[in-house]
């Protein structure tokens, strides 16, 4: 049975960081894409950040850009979103997700073809 596990999340003042990680058991996805969404109260979930199987091609949301950073360590089956200068809009359930066939691009744009999902995990920013 393929997991993913996020972890990480929590409450921070404006301007502060937190790092997530998603840790994937039952499967590797070494040879594919890995990333975050996130859902905000009352709103659609949206993209935040992907990154290749090789940890070499990075997208992210407009909104993230310069602010947030995605890695990954494939020994460790993990994907990490290091979050700088939060801002209170930052605020959602964050969502890891993998899969083994999609461009970015379409990890990006086709949320609904991705394999696999973890359960999420609160981030909320006061001001």
């Known amino acids: 049975q393929v997991q993913l596990v996020e972890s990480g999340g929590g409450l921070v003042q404006a301007g502060g960081s937190l790092r997530l990680s998603c840790a994937a058991s039952?499967?590797?996805?070494?040879?594919?894409?890995m990333g975050w969404f996130r859902q905000a109260p009352g709103k659609e979930r949206e993209f935040v950040a992907v990154v290749s199987w090789n940890g070499v091609s990075t997208h992210y949301a407009d909104s993230v850009k310069g602010r947030f950073t995605i890695s990954r360590d494939n020994a460790k089956n993990t994907v990490y979103l290091q979050m700088n200068n939060l801002k209170p809009e930052d605020t959602a359930v964050y969502y890891c997700a993998a899969d083994q066939g999609l461009s970015l691009s379409g990890f990006r744009l086709r949320q609904g073809l991705i394999g696999y999902w973890g359960q999420g995990t609160q981030v909320t920013v006061s001001s």
């Open positions: 039952g499967r590797t996805f070494s040879s594919g894409a």
